[in-house]
């Protein structure tokens, strides 16, 4: 793969500069060049090869291009074809090429190259000008079509208007859309309109494209049409068209991250905040005329924050919204989002406690102790409803309708992980009473890994393998049916973890963990990936795989969790690797867990007092 980017245009919030940063944590090889500026030498090399004069002959001008193009091999290009259009170079058919270092030193034309640019500009008729600057509004590519829109042209027109500009080499042009060959022209065009003034432009291209296109071209174009609107968002003022813009961005920002581009999507949302702060006049009847809007607004923000790892803001966000909900479920799917963020946050009782309360707000009857032995009472109540019924016939149970319990089995299920690293018999009784919701409301296909922890509690008190390992065969089924590559991914590492050792040789388990990161990765499930590379960390050391190979993935892993803030996965990680430090001798001494990369007594005050 080869790739190129303008580091002036790609900052730390970039997905370019994210995908290299993690290529670096993943300690993948790959080779990064940077195209510096050309040093006075090589402007001299280049000088003497076009003007096939001696490296005296062009010294003075050499270091006149070097000073005033900064050795940007666009701008060198750019200046000595000025200078020629200029008859400040000429060439002779006596002598070569000549010039006079005076005469061009006079020049206020030559002074630098943004003058220069400008003034390629300037030298086109009116009209012409105009389709540049309404194409710079556009960014560095824009379609003749849209030019069409803003100007009232038809398309050949717009085209013979533009054609000088393409002969100069300002833009490029190809089937339909233009280009502009440098950003330098891009910022000259864009800065003739006076900055007071640029606002309300964008403003005006965004209704006029707006009303132009059609429901099914929009939805190829959201991302346009958001940069014209949200360049002029304060003036807007009218609800209606601040409903619009609301639903534009937020349709902008579940694109960005379905792609993972979370910072990006997070800035779309964060843009129309000014129209919901609690102070405006409009909020309640943004809330009151337009609540499914508004709360799929607040979800996708508090998601994207999580996602962002803006942890604290993102909590605030779910409980300042979750008080405006209407209802049980739409308040319980908003608190649902704070479950996982408790886990990442290692806040066990904190996501037990919400989900307990989420249970209770959707009237379902859930104990908040005992749950060793409430657990035979789930235990009886499934053998009962499991009467005359064979574990692959489930698989054809109907998908629950009622929201109350697809929230309350959805909840269960995100609880379960961290329940088991919490308190086991909380685990238990919440595996079994999924499972039996399920059995008595119908399936979940995107919420199914139920029935792989129901799986392991069949190894655990009746050694049932067999069946236990169809139960994992069948969560594993219904997320395959649901087609959510994240949903398979969870049900791969819950076969892994709890079933396919017990039925088959742990290579096995070991295959369906990787099978697990990749599903989980094309579904942007970090908190899932985490938890299998945590498994990978211990079952390839039981299996035998060297122990070099393992430490030196252990160090990947340990920046993969430090980048994503999952602390829980990160302290069980950093507490194996040590285990393996020293069994492979690379501790200080064989009493002691201590090496140069933690101290035992640091970690032990990590993992003992936990955030929240």
């Excluded at 200029?86 to 058919?93: G, H, N, Q, S």
């Excluded at 609301?246 to 581009?261: H, R, T």
């Excluded at 005992?370 to 499991?386: C, G, P, T, V």
């Excluded at 995107?446 to 029935?451: G, R, V």
């Amino acid at each position: 793969i080869i790739g190129s980017y303008r580091s002036n245009e790609v900052g730390p919030d970039h997905p370019v500069w994210t995908f290299i940063k993690n290529l670096k944590n993943d300690k993948i090889s790959f080779d990064q060049l940077e195209l510096k500026p050309l040093p006075e030498k090589n402007i001299k090399e280049l000088c003497t090869d076009t003007l096939k004069k001696s490296v005296e002959e062009i010294s003075d001008l050499a270091y006149v291009i070097e000073e005033k193009t900064g050795g940007n091999p666009f701008f060198v290009k750019l200046f000595l074809n000025n200078l020629y259009a200029l008859k400040l170079i000429r060439f002779d058919e006596e002598s070569g090429w000549q010039w006079d270092m005076g005469e061009i030193l006079s020049q206020p034309m030559t002074e630098n190259v943004a003058i220069i640019i400008s003034n390629m500009i300037s030298k086109f008729d009116k009209d012409t000008r105009e389709l540049i600057i309404t194409g710079s509004f556009m960014g560095n590519n824009f379609q003749a079509d849209d030019l069409s829109i803003f100007k009232g042209l038809e398309k050949n027109t717009i085209e013979k208007l533009l054609q000088p500009v393409v002969l100069s080499n300002i833009l490029s042009y190809k089937s339909g859309t233009y280009r502009f060959v440098h950003d330098r022209f891009l910022e000259t065009a864009y800065s003739v309109e006076k900055k007071s003034e640029r606002p309300r432009r964008h403003l005006q291209m965004a209704r006029e494209l707006y009303q132009a296109l059609s429901s099914k071209v929009l939805e190829n174009r959201i991302f346009d049409l958001i940069e014209q609107y949200n360049h002029g968002i304060e003036l807007i003022t009218d609800i209606e068209e601040k409903i619009r813009v609301i639903n534009l961005n937020l349709q902008g920002a579940i694109k960005a991250k379905e792609s993972l581009a979370f910072n990006i999507a997070l800035q779309y949302l964060e843009k129309v905040l000014q129209f919901l702060s609690d102070d405006k006049p409009d909020i309640s009847i943004l809330w009151q005329n337009h609540y499914e809007l508004m709360l799929e607004y607040y979800r996708q923000y508090a998601d994207l924050l999580f996602l962002n790892q803006r942890f604290s803001e993102s909590e605030n966000v779910i409980k300042k919204a979750s008080m405006r909900a209407q209802n049980a479920v739409d308040s319980g799917e908003l608190k649902y989002l704070l479950i996982t963020q408790y886990v990442f946050q290692n806040r066990q009782p904190d996501a037990i406690r919400t989900t307990i309360e989420i249970l209770h707000g959707l009237g379902v009857d859930f104990p908040v102790n005992n749950y060793a032995k409430l657990l035979k009472s789930e235990l009886l109540l499934n053998r009962k409803l499991m009467e005359g019924r064979s574990v692959s016939s489930l698989f054809d149970l109907p998908e629950i309708k009622d929201p109350r319990y697809r929230l309350a089995i959805k909840t269960l299920n995100r609880t379960l992980i961290v329940s088991w690293f919490y308190d086991i018999d909380i685990c238990r009784f919440m595996t079994v009473k999924a499972v039996n919701k399920c059995l008595q409301y119908g399936n979940i296909a995107e919420y199914s890994d139920c029935y792989c922890w129901f799986g392991g509690i069949i190894n655990t008190f009746f050694q049932k393998y067999d069946i236990g390992h169809e139960y994992g065969q069948l969560g594993l089924k219904l997320a395959i049916k649901s087609k959510n590559p994240a949903i398979i991914g969870v049900n791969l590492i819950m076969l892994a973890t709890l079933l396919t050792g017990w039925v088959k040789h742990i290579r096995y388990a070991i295959e369906e963990y990787n099978e697990s990161l990749n599903y989980s990765y094309q579904g942007g499930d970090r908190q899932w990936m985490s938890y299998t590379k945590l498994h990978l960390t211990i079952e390839q050391f039981i299996a035998g795989v060297p122990i070099n190979e393992i430490l030196e993935k252990n160090v990947e892993t340990l920046n993969f969790l430090k980048n994503i803030g999952n602390e829980m996965t990160w302290s069980c990680v950093t507490g194996t690797s040590m285990t393996q430090w020293n069994l492979s001798g690379r501790t200080h001494d064989r009493s002691t867990f201590n090496n140069q990369e933690t101290a035992e007594i640091t970690f032990l005050q990590v993992v003992k007092e936990p955030p929240g």
